[in-house]
Nanobody
């Protein structure tokens, strides 16, 4: 059974920092692109950041320079360090795992809420 369990969300003031974590089980972590996506109320889910098993990263323009994605292939975990948070970063954040190359299967965590107050 595949599980992606997120943690670390919460309420933070603008300019503050949070670190999200995702623990993966039931997948071959080393063959999966791990990523973070977010969905704000009334908006579509959007890419935040991804990282391949080999370390190639991709970031949304809106978070470049502020967020950092990291993964620990030995512990099957992926993290998102979020600095200089803005109110527009407020959203539910979801961990994602997709098989490198084919993109499927594609798995999602249950989400963790991040609220940034102004």
């Amino acid at each position: 059974q595949v599980q992606l369990v997120e943690s670390g969300g919460g309420l933070v003031q603008a300019g503050g920092s949070l670190t999200l974590s995702c623990a993966a089980s039931g997948i071959n972590f080393a063959f999966n692109v791990m990523g973070w996506y977010r969905q704000a109320p009334g908006k579509q889910r959007e890419l935040v950041a991804t990282k391949t098993p080999g370390g190639i990263t991709n970031y949304a323009d809106s978070v470049k320079g502020r967020f950092t994605i990291s993964r620990d292939n030995a512990k099957n975990t992926v993290h998102l360090q979020m600095n200089s948070l803005k109110p527009e970063d407020t959203a539910d954040y979801y961990c994602n795992a997709r098989r490198i190359g084919t993109g499927t299967p594609n798995y999602w965590g249950q989400g963790t809420q991040v609220t940034v107050s102004s």
